[in-house]
């Protein structure tokens, strides 16, 4: 949509990127980023959900649709609001999947703040490979009841974490851990006071930003490994203007 972007994010893909009020900057060796704006494509491979065609009329994405469509009407606007929740549908999740290019040896996806698991579902159809490792992040207990259950659909192995993202993460760079080939955020949209615990876990990994999605992302990009690859969906806002500034510059320095 206008409102939102996806990011796909690779160490090694541009040389440079442009950022608003920065203009054209030069990233660190070996470090690039690349911002889609385009919707998902249509044509027989995205005509819906559930079509037949490239890996994406599979059951456990089916059944994280399904649950996205009950769950969603259940829950009520404050406690959506409250967590900054924004379901994926699952033909934006096989666009977003789409994005990863082909890659051989081993795999290993971090999902923060994976909802209902689509994004998940999403990727692990595409890749079909048993030998995949899956790292989840849901604090909200009744999303993660129904996402433990669909992944125990895949031989993929997986680890849903029901503990704060932002909080884990930050323990994790402050170990030195960077240990993901590949990340796919819908990320919290939500804005954070000075005050809050989000901020004092994105400023203790070294990370000053206003918002979820950016702290998410942020945090997200250093837990890759050399030659990682990172899917967002976020608004664009973080491409200008003063309050997204360190952000631009924590993705040029990663």
């Known amino acids: 949509t206008n409102r939102q972007q996806c990011v796909n994010k690779s160490r090694g893909l541009l040389p440079r990127l442009s950022l608003g009020d920065d203009r054209s900057a030069t990233c ?15 044509g027989p491979a995205y005509a819906g959900p559930f079509t037949s065609g490239h890996g994406y009329h599979l059951p456990m994405l ?26 994926t549908p699952a033909s934006v999740a096989g666009f977003m999947a789409s994005l990863f290019p082909d890659a051989s040896g081993p795999r290993r996806l971090l999902d923060a703040g994976a909802g209902l698991g689509a994004l998940t579902c999403a990727v692990l159809d595409r890749w079909q490979d048993p ?26 192995r997986s680890v849903v974490h029901g503990k704060d993202f932002l909080d884990d993460a930050a323990q994790r760079i402050a170990a030195g851990e960077a240990v993901f080939t590949h990340a796919i955020l819908n990320p919290p949209y939500k804005k954070i006071a000075t005050t809050s615990g989000a901020r004092a876990a994105a400023s203790r990994a070294g990370l000053e930003t ?25 608004p664009r806002s973080f491409a200008n203007g003063p309050y997204y500034k360190p ?4 993705i040029r320095a990663h």
């Open 131 to 156: 030998g995949a490792a899956v790292e989840l992040y849901e604090i909200d207990n009744r999303l993660r009841e129904h996402l433990t259950a669909t992944l125990a659909g895949y031989s993929a």
């Open 210 to 234: 206003v918002n979820l999605y950016s702290a998410f992302v942020g945090l997200a990009l250093s837990l890759l490994r050399p030659g990682g690859q990172l899917v967002a969906i976020i």
């Open 28 to 42: 660190r060796r070996g470090v690039g980023l690349s911002v889609r704006c385009a919707p998902p494509p249509t």
């Open 62 to 87: 089916q059944i994280a649709e399904t649950h996205r469509n009950e769950i969603h009407a259940a829950t009520p606007r404050d406690h959506k609001a409250a967590l900054g929740q924004f379901m």
């Open 247 to 250: 952000f631009r510059a924590w």
